[in-house]
């Protein structure tokens, strides 16, 4: 093992010199961007992607330089960052990109966003929990946070690595210790767990899936994803074989997709429709739009536990209102005890990696 300081210098010297034809690059002189009479300054927001080489970064990447509310895109990763970012920058969309290359360019990365997304991190294969990331995904969010206090902390974050009923609590913590928590800015994307819902759902129903709405409660893992079926939206009925089948089949859409690529991965292109989606609600919500609701992964005081995603409303601060979890069933309800006892596992586990 190299010390980290060694490679990170390795880093800071291949981002520095070794591309040169990459004018976007962190690092470079950028003289043909100037020659080019480059305008800067758009309106619109400033938006980070850290993990965007990944399997989600990349068309996460894709999707937000098509987003015509973002005026700025920083790519960040510890590898490939320059190859991403060249490609993406030549999309003739309104977003300026600049990339970003290993641990002594993430400062510059953060300065300045109004949104911060972090797909980094190890995903899933056959035979895993979620949980299993934790070793590892735990410190690349800690140290991911640590960036963001410093260097932007009032931007929303939207957290997506996994396993996220942990990530988003060490997340507060780190925070916390820096005296920059804002409960309103920090959320967990659980918009794939919505998203599948919807498509399956709708599958069942026969109706077009965009015109489904399931609110999905809880966390993102296993039986802590409960969809309310009772609560979907044009009101609908189910057979009880039907709310077992789709309750199993949304909980467990995760480990489908892990199955189905047999070790290559988890779902990333869904993922990246999900947290487009979930990025583009809250920079409408930013921008003053009205009547922004999307179900969230945050700190939360609709049951005993600190940390629950439910219905919230977004706004110019971040999650302004979170909503009551509604009438249940009594399916419901058992499902709500199930996934109250992991979730509070999995949140003490999260705390304690940052206080212990
Ligand atoms: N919240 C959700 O609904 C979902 C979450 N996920 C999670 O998202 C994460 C990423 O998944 P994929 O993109 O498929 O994985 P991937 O392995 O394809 O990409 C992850 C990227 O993160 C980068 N990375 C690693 N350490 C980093 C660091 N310290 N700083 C910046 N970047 C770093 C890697 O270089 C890589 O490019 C996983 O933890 C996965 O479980 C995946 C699907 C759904
Ligand atoms: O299942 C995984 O590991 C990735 C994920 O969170 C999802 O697809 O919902």
Known sequence: MQPSSDVNQRIARIAAHLHPSNPQMEGNSGLRRANCRAKGGAPGFKVAILGAAGGIGQPLALLMKMNPLVSVLHLYDVVNAPGVTADVSHMDTGAVVRGFLGQPQLENALTGMDLVIIPAGVPRKPGMTRDDLFKINAGIVRTLCEGI????????????????????????EVFKNAGTFDPKKLLGVTTLDVVRANTFVAEVLGVDPREVSVPVIGGHAGVTILPLLSQVNPPSSFTPDEVKYLTDRIQNGGTEVVEAKAGAGSATLSMAYAAVKFADACLRGLKGDAGIIECSFVTSAVTELPFFATKVRL????????????????????GLEKAKKELAESIQKGINFIRK
Do not use: D
């Not at 410093?150 to 507060?172: D, F, G, Q, R």
């Open 149 to 172: 206090a410093k260097c932007c902390p009032n931007a929303i974050v939207n957290l997506i690595s996994n396993p996220v009923n942990s990530t988003v609590p060490i997340a507060a």
């Open 315 to 334: 706004g110019r601060t971040g999650a302004e209102e979170i909503f009551p979890l509604g009438p249940l069933n009594e399916f419901e309800r058992i």
